[in-house]
């Protein structure tokens, strides 16, 4: 797909949003998405690099609303499994698979259709050549994430700003990392749930 066709597809999504009733993330529900991201490295790492990944969520919302004002929101434990992940170096691409076994999502309260949520992430990343060159083919990647969700009547979109720390934590005698930010866009779903929706 050509990306004026992608992005005229999301703009279709986002507009036929508001139409319906929303389903929100609630206390006792689960979240399931699919989700493909991508950017480019900024100062403090290996540069001249590019990423591109693309994966599955499941995720638990645990708790009902807490916190005042607004801070107020939901906590959700959640898992990513990444079978697509590209590293374009300048040597060469890799690719890799890798899994986010550490995920932790604050959801504010929705206003109207939309629900942000900030989000700390943890995984590992196994490529099939070194990331960065003359490393190693295995990585941990640390995340933080400020992102939201447009919601819609069973199904919604995330639109998420992700900043991406990519380093192999001495496992090889280099470790210069890999530091990217990257957009990332998702359509899942929130399923179950108990309680009144704030």
Request: net charge positive; glycine share 14%.
């Amino acid at each position: 797909m050509t990306a004026p066709r992608w992005l005229a597809a999301v703009v279709v999504l986002l507009c036929a949003a508001p139409c319906f009733a929303q389903a929100a993330p609630e206390q006792g529900g689960n979240e399931v998405q699919i989700w493909a991201g991508g950017g480019h490295s900024v100062p403090g790492g290996t540069a001249n690099t590019g990423a591109f990944n693309a994966g599955l969520r499941y995720g638990w919302i645990l708790t009902g609303p807490h916190l005042p004002g607004f801070l107020r929101g939901r906590f959700e434990y959640a898992l990513d499994a990444v079978p697509v992940f590209l590293v374009f170096q300048p040597a060469n691409t890799a690719y890799g698979v890798g899994f986010d076994p550490l995920g932790l999502k604050w959801n504010f309260q929705r206003h109207g259709r939309i629900s942000p949520y900030l989000e700390l992430t943890g995984g590992t990343l196994f490529t099939d050549h070194n990331v960065p060159t003359y490393t190693n083919t295995v990585n941990f990647m640390d995340q933080a994430t400020l992102g939201m969700h447009i919601l819609g009547p069973k199904y919604n979109v995330s639109l998420e700003l992700r900043y991406m720390h990519i380093s192999n934590a001495g496992l090889a005698n280099l470790n210069p990392g890999i530091n990217t930010v990257q957009i990332r866009l998702g359509v899942g779903r929130f399923l179950g749930g108990r309680g009144k929706r704030k």
